[in-house]
């Protein structure tokens, strides 16, 4: 009889150490890939510019933390960027495929040559372009990321990108 | 209760050092002429850079106002003198150690006309808080002490918390300044009337003037002022010489002994802290209707021959006030807007003196202290600062520029005395290096504030493009239904329109 009672004890107080350690382990360690994805994507610098090949900071992180691609494509965030995410994956930091851009930069229209297509306004991640169909556009300066996915679609090339002090 | 009283809380560190005060303040207060030109920046305060409302060409009185606050925090700037406004353009200026910056330059006339006055404002103790608030707001007053917060918005921040005290602060604990000194020996009158009119507008019961003991004129003239009117409310404290004793939150532990805490204002533990000489300037305001246009400047140091007080307006470049003084001597090699502690090194006198000037500072060399050495952990810094953080620690985490140390070991409540560099044995500049590490923090905040609204953005748009997505599918389902509803005829008259219109 005693035998029985202090094996069931014994079983249950590993059965409630072992389920503590999980409850507590749930909580406090990066489990799910959701999770994990948030958190590359913290570390991305979010100008969703699209360098990477993915469409945008979240897609590219997402593709990062399930699908293994490489950390070093993001030139916006720099070697900083490359080593951050090396350190939260427990992966080698690598350079990066392309340089790094210097400083920060913000798109601006030439509003005398603006015909109003509402292609930059389309292409832009981050709706830091204003204006309607055939009416001028002009780009809120601080909301624009730099990621130059306005210029290309611009028929009269009237965006440039301009160096922020 | 009028005599200076010595109840006073504690300082931690701080450093007594050599006034350098007594040659400038031994004359009066000397008038600067108005020169020829004035060079207004926009930016003279913290915060939003005040907005310009005349245009080039446009004649000016005095006093009337030519460029508007704009945005919650700043405040608005009026012409010096009168006189055509002749340019807005980039100018140097001492904010940026003489690199150029926006500024309104108006060409004077010599009349010096000031602007046609309001009507007869009613007396400031009939008038409500808030609109008292509002007037001072108009005035363009700036804090003079140094920080050039504007005013009336730390008044209306004030006004939202639970306060006890007002505390003026006549403690001008760097060396050379002397401007607040001479200000309360000459119009001790306004200062006491600018605390008066702070208590109405804040509804506090009581004001304390704190003085350091090295002034006994001053001391002096406040007294008889407080006895002649006899002002329960204000009350006189004489605090003990020791940099940086006038720091705002050193002198609220001074004086109430009560600590500051970490990242939090004064009006958190129910204290606001004034300048005596913004005080005067909200009285030369409400009473005089004088905005600020002219303020007192120290002019001092061994390289110009006489070191004096002016009263100049604002806007006179540097080069016209040491040529009042009576030019540079042949030792001057350096000029500093500020103090020898906590001012800035310009490189070129035509700067023009703003709200925030309280002193310039021409100096011959300065013996070089010895090139840097290697931190050997002896611990007088921590001993010297007032704000009790540790130097040598903050500066091991600087130099390996590790931000989450920094923020734990308080970088962020560093003052910038330069204490710490003073007595530091191995000449390290700790306080440039702390001014730089905070540089790189505010920009690493700023950037991850914009990466964060940058990703919202984001999102909101991609959940805006499904939206429009889903809509535009669920119309055409419903178009299709509605097709299917209506049978084969209905088919085919829709295809029959459709071929019509791609004919058209």
Request: net charge negative; aromatic share 4%.
């Amino acid at each position: 009889m005693t035998a029985i009672s202090i094996a069931v004890l014994t079983l249950a107080a590993i059965a409630l150490i072992a389920g503590l350690a999980l409850s507590f382990a749930s909580g406090r360690l990066p489990a799910s890939d959701d999770n994990l994805v948030d958190q590359v994507n913290e570390l991305l610098p979010q100008t969703q510019c699209a360098q990477c090949g993915y469409p945008g900071c979240r897609p590219y992180a997402k593709a990062i933390a399930t699908e293994g691609a490489a950390i070093n494509l993001c030139p916006p965030g720099g070697d900083d960027t490359v080593s951050r995410l090396a350190e939260l994956l427990g992966r080698e930091p690598m350079p990066l495929v392309e340089a790094a851009p210097v400083g920060r930069s913000v798109a601006v229209i030439d509003e005398a040559l603006c015909i109003g297509c509402t292609h930059c306004r389309n292409a832009c991640p981050v709706d830091a372009i204003v204006g309607a169909h055939q009416l001028m556009h002009t780009i809120i300066s601080s909301e624009c990321t730099g990621c130059e996915l306005c210029i290309a679609p611009c028929p009269v090339d009237c965006i440039s990108l301009r160096r922020v002090a | 209760m009028t005599a200076a009283t010595y109840d006073l809380g504690t300082l931690h560190g701080g450093l007594r050092l050599s006034a350098h005060k007594s040659a400038a303040t031994a004359n009066p207060i000397y008038e600067v002429p108005v020169p020829g030109q004035l060079i207004l920046p926009i930016a003279q305060h913290v915060g939003d850079p005040a907005q310009p409302i005349v245009g080039i060409g446009e004649r000016v009185l005095k006093g009337q106002l030519i460029a508007e606050s704009e945005g919650s925090l700043s405040a608005p700037i009026h012409a010096s003198s009168s006189g055509k406004i002749v340019a807005i353009e980039r100018w140097p200026i001492s904010r940026r150690n003489g690199d150029p910056g926006p500024c309104i330059v108006l060409e004077t006339d010599g009349e010096d006309r000031p602007i046609e006055r309001w009507e007869e404002a009613p007396p400031y103790d009939t008038l409500a808080p808030d609109v008292l608030l509002q007037m001072i707001l108009q005035g363009g007053i700036v804090g003079l002490g140094g920080a050039v917060f504007p005013t009336a918005q730390k008044l209306m921040q004030a006004n939202t918390c639970e306060l006890e005290y007002l505390i003026l602060n006549g403690v001008e604990c760097e060396p050379y300044i002397s401007c607040d000194d001479v200000l309360m020996r000459e119009h001790a009158a306004e200062v006491v009337g600018g605390a008066q009119i702070l208590l109405h507008a804040l509804g506090l019961d009581i004001c304390y003037i704190a003085v350091e003991s090295d002034k006994p004129e001053a001391l002096h003239k406040l007294t008889d002022v407080l006895n002649e009117i006899s002002d329960e409310r204000i009350v006189l404290k004489q605090v003990p010489s020791i940099y940086p004793s006038g720091g705002e939150d050193q002198l609220v532990q001074l004086v109430t002994n009560r600590e500051v805490p970490s990242g939090g204002l004064p009006t958190d533990i129910g204290c606001l802290v004034q300048n005596v000489a913004t005080a005067a300037a909200i009285y030369d305001w409400i009473e005089k209707h004088e905005p600020l246009i002219s303020r007192i400047t120290t002019i001092t140091g061994d390289g110009i021959p006489m070191a004096m007080n002016v009263r100049a307006r604002v806007g006179t470049t540097v080069a016209d006030v040491v040529n009042f003084a009576g030019g540079y001597t042949e030792s001057a090699k350096q000029l500093i807007i500020g103090g020898p502690m906590t001012g800035r090194s310009v490189t070129t006198d035509r700067v023009p003196l703003v709200k925030a000037t309280n002193c310039v500072l021409v100096m011959s060399e300065t013996p070089s202290p010895g090139p840097e050495m290697p931190c050997i952990r002896c611990g007088d810094c921590a001993a010297v600062c007032p704000v009790q953080l540790l130097p040598q620690q903050l500066f091991w985490y600087a130099c390996a520029d590790d931000e989450k140390n920094m923020r734990s070991y308080g970088l962020t409540d560093c003052i910038e005395c330069g204490c710490c560099d003073l007595v530091c044995p191995s000449h390290i500049p700790l306080t440039a290096d702390f001014r730089k590490a905070k540089g790189r923090i505010r920009e690493q905040a700023d950037e991850k504030a914009r990466a964060e609204r940058a990703r919202r953005r984001f999102e909101a748009r991609n959940e805006r493009l499904e939206r429009d997505e889903q809509e535009r599918k669920e119309e055409l389902d419903q178009q299709k239904a509605a097709a299917k509803k209506g049978g084969a005829a209905a088919i085919a008259e829709i295809l029959k329109r459709k071929k019509k219109q791609d004919e058209d």
